[in-house]
Nanobody, 121 residues
């Protein structure tokens, strides 16, 4: 079982940066592929990136490529979402998720409660 707690959200002006953190409990963190999602007002949940178990490989979709990046610190059981050049349309609730180990395609079985990001114009 993995429990996830996000933090670092808040209010930021357009063009600014934020770093979100997701702290994981449990002893399997270093074996979990991790991801970030967001839910913007009036829109469905949206994938914004994932990182492999060692942190050597990340993938972010074109929608945030060049502005968002993901990293992890397995010693701290924490994954990060670094967001820069933020836009008002990035406003939403951001969630981290952990994939079930050994399952492909990824099954995002574990979710945090989310952290609100608000970007003012």
């Amino acid at each position: 079982q993995v429990q996830l707690v996000e933090s670092g959200g808040g209010l930021v002006q357009a063009g600014g940066s934020l770093r979100l953190s997701c702290a994981a409990s449990g002893r399997t963190f270093s074996r979990n592929v991790m991801a970030w999602f967001r839910r913007r007002p009036g829109k469905e949940r949206e994938f914004v990136g994932r990182i492999n178990q060692s942190g050597s490989s990340i993938y972010v979709p074109d929608s945030v490529l060049g502005r968002f990046t993901i990293s992890r610190d397995n010693a701290k059981n924490t994954v990060y979402l670094q967001m820069s050049s933020l836009k008002p349309e990035d406003t939403g609730v951001y969630y981290c998720a952990a994939a079930r180990i050994g399952v492909v395609p990824f099954s995002w079985d574990y979710w945090g409660q989310g952290t609100q990001v608000t970007v003012s114009s």
